[in-house]
């Protein structure tokens, strides 16, 4: 299945940004290659791909699958904190209310080629059970995606450790929505910690974005461009997405 590019839609899909090629949504265009090729993989062998979307969320992330080639291949299913109103309701096959800290229980383990988590860590306090959840819901040799915003080391440390103090004495009523802060490395290290998944690729987005430069992210040089940077220098980067997988066949 393909859907037409419509005008002043991100990369022809997307209409929460008017730039043909956001970088702020470019993360959603790489997922979707990846799964588009893994989808055409498994079609060519007569099977398809059971991919899991966590914190879907409105259905960004499949606006951009639905574009791709071999989407017909694709076996989709969301998970959210909340029941929401999403783009193509019909085209999830499941739909799955609750917690990742709480380990989704009611997902059977190994169902899942594909887990997609992206933009949703840096959001829970607590990581062991999410992390590990990513892993126990891949069948052996099933591939994660997983992205979350990023910080140079000492950033992250003082967001981490400085800021919430600061809101306690300055802003008591304030609610941070992250509530995490990762560099590459940190980010990383809580993967490895938690899961056994081997890393295949890391890469970054928006190391050069906004402010007098937006107005470049209508060109498709510009974000080839911060593609190819944010894969030799990912940890200078605003955000990554780490692609993992889990062993076996």
């Given at each position: ?33 990846d799964?588009?090729r893994?989808?055409?993989?498994a079609?060519?062998?007569g ?11 409105t ?41 990742l ?12 080629d ?109 974000w080839r461009?911060?593609r ?7 940890s ?5 997405q ?8």
């Amino acid at each position: 299945m393909n859907v037409a590019a419509k005008p002043n839609h991100a990369f022809g899909v997307d209409p929460t940004r008017r730039e043909r090629y956001s970088l702020r949504q470019s993360r959603y265009e790489a997922l979707a290659e990846d799964v588009s090729r893994w989808a055409g993989e498994a079609a060519a062998a007569g099977n398809s791909l059971r991919v899991l979307d966590i914190g879907c969320g409105t259905g960004v992330s499949l606006r951009y699958l639905e574009a791709k080639p071999h989407f017909d291949a694709i076996r989709l299913s969301g998970a959210d904190v909340e029941f929401r109103p999403r783009y193509r309701e019909d085209l999830f096959e499941a739909y799955y209310v609750g917690d990742l800290m709480q380990g989704y229980p009611e997902i059977p383990t190994g169902r899942f080629d594909v887990v997609l988590c992206e933009q949703v860590l840096e959001h829970l306090p607590r990581l062991e059970t999410a992390i590990a959840t990513l892993e126990r819901l891949l069948r052996p040799g099933g591939r994660l995606i997983v992205g979350v915003p990023i910080f140079p080391p000492p950033l992250a440390y003082l967001r981490r450790h400085l800021v919430p103090h600061v809101d306690k004495a300055f802003q008591p009523g304030l609610v941070r929505g992250h509530v995490q802060a990762f560099s590459a490395g940190s980010f990383l290290a809580a993967m490895a910690a938690q899961c056994g998944l081997r890393l295949l690729e890391i890469r970054g987005f928006r190391i050069i974005s906004g402010g007098l430069l937006k107005p470049l992210e209508n060109h498709r040089w510009w974000w080839r461009f911060n593609r190819r940077l944010g894969k030799l220098v990912p940890s200078l980067c605003i955000e990554i997405q780490a692609v993992m997988q889990k062993s076996g066949p």
